[in-house]
């Protein structure tokens, strides 16, 4: 089975417009249209891995915690179409890097409850999230 190149979709920060410049990548256009709400980590860097046309609409469920200096850590698959998504999806979401969440002035850990969708760029979707201390 020949990979394609798909964005996986990791909707932490809430409602995107999906207008897309041809020459941004999809990671730069996720990172430039997400929201920046005040209390959610906000994504820096992002990592699109490859995955087959098979899992297209595909919906994998996260929850883990941004701690104080940005990275993904307690990562656990709450739900998935199987395990080699999941696998490749949790892969990914470890080397993302977070702005945390400030409290107060300091940087302070944030659970986050992150439903992954999988679709083909440039069109973006947008589920739910949530995030809470």
């Known amino acids: 089975m020949k990979a394609v190149s798909k964005l996986v979709v990791l909707l932490i920060v809430g409602v995107f417009t999906a ?22 980590p906000v994504p820096v860097a992002v990592v699109t891995p490859s995955v087959g046309p098979e899992y297209s609409g595909a919906i994998v469920q996260l929850e883990f915690v941004v701690d104080e200096t940005g990275k993904p850590v307690d990562l656990a698959v709450k739900s998935a179409p199987d395990d080699t998504l999941a696998a490749t999806v949790l ?11 400030l409290r107060d002035g300091v940087a302070v850990e944030t659970k986050v409850s992150l439903p992954v969708k999988i679709v083909e760029t440039p069109e973006v979707e947008t589920l739910p999230y949530f995030a809470a201390r």
């Open 19 to 40: 207008t897309f410049a041809s020459a941004k990548s999809a990671e730069d256009a996720y990172l430039e249209s997400c929201r920046k709400d005040p209390g959610v």
């Open 91 to 101: 892969d990914a979401v470890k080397k993302w890097r977070f702005k945390p969440v």
